[in-house]
Nanobody
Framework: QVQLVESGGGLVQAGESLRLSCAAS????????VGWFRQAPGKEREFVAA????????RYADSVKGRFTISRDSAKNTVYLQMNSLKPEDTAVYYC???????????????????WGQGTQVTVSS
């Protein structure tokens, strides 16, 4: 069992940066792949970024490539999402999720993830 808690959201202006954190309880968090998803009001949940277990392999949505970076600090049982050059269209509730299965590359499908955090709000003003 893994419990995930996101933090780091807030209100920023376009062009600014935020770093989201996903802190995990439970052992062996590094053996899980971790993904970030977001959901804006009135829209479906969408994939943002994922990091494979053991720190190897990343995937990004086209809309965030070159602006967002996902990383892991295994000693702190935490995964980060560094978000630079934020745009108003990045406004959403951001969720982290953990996938316990071994995959060649991390999955972009939300239903493949076993554990979810409660989400953190990111609002980008123009």
């Amino acid at each position: 069992q893994v419990q995930l808690v996101e933090s780091g959201g807030g209100l920023v202006q376009a062009g600014e940066s935020l770093r989201l954190s996903c802190a995990a309880s439970g052992r062996a968090f590094s053996s899980y792949a971790v993904g970030w998803f977001r959901q804006a009001p009135g829209k479906e949940r969408e994939f943002v970024a994922a990091l494979n277990r053991g720190g190897g392999g990343t995937r990004y949505a086209d809309s965030v490539k070159g602006r967002f970076t996902i990383s892991r600090d295994s000693a702190k049982n935490t995964v980060y999402l560094q978000m630079n050059s934020l745009k108003p269209e990045d406004t959403a509730v951001y969720y982290c999720a953990a996938d316990r299965r071994l995959r060649l590359i991390p999955t972009m499908t939300g239903d493949d993830y076993d554990y979810w955090g409660q989400g953190t709000q990111v609002t980008v003003s123009s």
